[in-house]
């Protein structure tokens, strides 16, 4: 089963620290161990290489089936972020090292050696920069669909601070999906996100991808077990809706650790099932929900793959 020891054992730590029972993740919460022959495939070529995806760095419980379907996630820009939310493990250091300028060609090679049908390319945030690092995407983007035009290229993005310029210089590029995260309803985002971070600001980063270049996919994710209430998340997916995003992911958030926002509430699997048909319902054109679901889960499913190249 695929949740990490790491991360039970964080989860049953602070019920320790906070003087409650264990809390044992309940079933829906387990995946089968990585295989078939795909994943065997890109896993030797990654080792012969000494090349990592944030896929193997995060744990991530669905490894084997993106990989197996041929998708994959890579981090640019470093392993530092400038900010500090409440939800998520990556480190954080004021003044990250300075970027590699070879990473660009480096992630097209990376793609190229995998085979990839479909690339998710993520980063920190990289408020230390001018442009937030939007140009490295760009040249991240640039690189990889010319080593691989065969590959559709998602980028989930930071918020770039809300700058325009630095947003239309990635979307500019070219992506098929331009993806960047909500991550939570608008009544805890103080609690969740970093300061610098907010729900009209990540609203006003999608709509603004969206109308520079309408036939790039526009895609979004939300966190459930935070304590959010039905209302809430049903008005966060049509705050997303009227800002024109085309895909959303809902999955259940995990604590990283004792320090980190805790989980409130474990989602049951029938809940998931509801909001995915009520996405569908009120315009989504895809929609992933469940309990394993991560931003780039099933990127690459064959129904997303179809919407991106409809929009060619």
Not at 166 to 172: H, Y
Not at 254 to 281: C, D, G, I, K, N
Request: proline fraction near 7%; include cysteine.
């Amino acid at each position: 089963m695929r949740i990490s020891p790491e991360k039970t054992s964080l989860l049953r730590e602070r019920d320790r620290q906070d003087g409650k029972p264990v809390r044992r993740l309940p079933p829906w919460l387990k995946a089968p161990l990585p295989g078939g022959e795909r994943y065997a495939a890109i896993k030797n070529r990654l080792d012969d290489k000494s090349l990592h995806t944030v896929c193997q760095a995060a744990q991530c419980p669905n490894i084997g089936e993106c990989w197996n379907q041929g998708t994959a996630t890579l981090m640019l820009m470093g392993d530092s972020c400038t900010r500090t939310c409440r939800f998520c493990a990556v480190k954080n250091a004021p003044t990250p090292p300075p970027l590699d300028a070879d990473e660009p060609r480096k992630a097209g090679e990376q793609v190229a050696l995998m085979a990839l049908d479909y690339v998710v390319m993520t980063s920190v945030n990289r408020d230390d920069l001018p442009d937030g690092g939007a140009s490295h995407f760009a040249a991240a983007i640039t690189e990889v669909k010319r080593q691989s035009p065969h590959t559709l290229v998602e980028v989930l993005t930071p918020d770039f601070q809300g700058k325009e310029p630095d947003i239309a210089t990635v979307v500019d590029a070219g992506p098929d999906v331009f993806a960047h995260n909500v991550e939570t309803v608008a009544e805890l985002q103080r609690l969740v996100r970093d300061r610098r971070a907010n729900y009209a600001q990540s609203l006003a980063v999608l709509q603004f991808a969206k109308r520079r270049r309408p036939k790039t996919v526009t895609k979004s994710s939300i966190m459930l077990g935070l304590g959010e209430t039905d209302d809430q998340v049903r008005q966060t997916l049509l705050d997303l809706r009227a800002h024109g995003v085309d895909a959303v992911t809902l999955g259940q958030y995990l604590r990283p650790s004792p320090w980190h926002q805790e989980v409130v509430q474990f989602v049951e699997p029938e809940a998931f099932t509801r909001w995915e048909a009520y996405a569908l319902e009120i315009g989504f054109s895809y929609c992933a929900s469940g309990a394993l679901v991560r931003s780039s889960y099933r990127a690459g499913e064959f129904y997303l793959r179809g919407l991106v190249q409809g929009n060619t």
